[in-house]
């Protein structure tokens, strides 16, 4: 099992329907099956995660306004929330190009210290309910 960030850019749309419809998208067959990905959003130009799941089967709902964008969507289950949590503390263990280390084509995050910081932050901002930007 790896470990990685979907963003969502700045799409709010996008990243409550992934949440509603328990559906992660994306543009290359990065994922696996049994993969924990925490979803993000970029929110007044902070990216922030609110929620993680773990990626299931492939599928063919494609519930985004853009979803000609994305050739590979997977079910999420085992949703966990939390309140949001600014991300860019990411930079500590991936340098000034943390973004493009972590979040860029959902890449596996290789960095155990990275992965200890967003399920540290994430369990310390749990939340039983989604928390609506």
Same mark, same amino acid.
């Given at each position: 099992? &790896?470990?990685?960030?979907?963003?969502?850019?700045?799409?709010?749309? &996008?990243?409550?329907?992934?949440? *509603?419809?328990?559906?992660?998208?994306f543009?290359?067959? #990065? /994922? #696996?099956?049994?993969?924990?990905?925490?979803? @993000?959003?970029?929110?007044?130009?902070?990216?922030?995660?609110? @929620?993680?799941?773990?990626?299931?089967? #492939?599928?063919n709902?494609? /519930? =985004?306004? +853009?979803?000609? &964008?994305?050739?590979?969507?997977?079910? !999420?289950? +085992?949703? $966990?929330?939390?309140k /949001?949590?600014? %991300?860019?503390?990411?930079?500590?263990?991936?340098?000034?190009? =943390?973004? @493009?280390?972590?979040?860029?084509?959902?890449?596996? %995050?290789?960095? $155990? /210290? @990275?992965?200890?910081? !967003?399920?540290?932050?994430? %369990? &310390? +901002?749990? #939340? *039983?309910?989604?928390?609506?930007?």
């Amino acid at each position: 099992m &790896n470990t990685r960030i979907l963003h969502c850019g700045d799409n709010l749309q &996008n990243y409550n329907l992934c949440i *509603e419809k328990a559906v992660v998208g994306f543009t290359n067959l #990065s /994922p #696996s099956v049994g993969d924990l990905i925490y979803l @993000a959003v970029k929110v007044n130009g902070i990216s922030y995660i609110g @929620a993680r799941g773990i990626i299931g089967t #492939s599928t063919n709902l494609k /519930p =985004w306004p +853009n979803s000609q &964008n994305y050739k590979f969507t997977f079910t !999420l289950s +085992n949703i $966990e929330y939390c309140k /949001p949590f600014n %991300i860019s503390g990411l930079a500590q263990f991936g340098g000034s190009y =943390w973004a @493009a280390k972590y979040l860029q084509s959902s890449k596996a %995050i290789k960095d $155990e /210290p @990275a992965v200890a910081f !967003l399920n540290d932050q994430f %369990i &310390n +901002n749990h #939340s *039983e309910i989604l928390i609506k930007f």
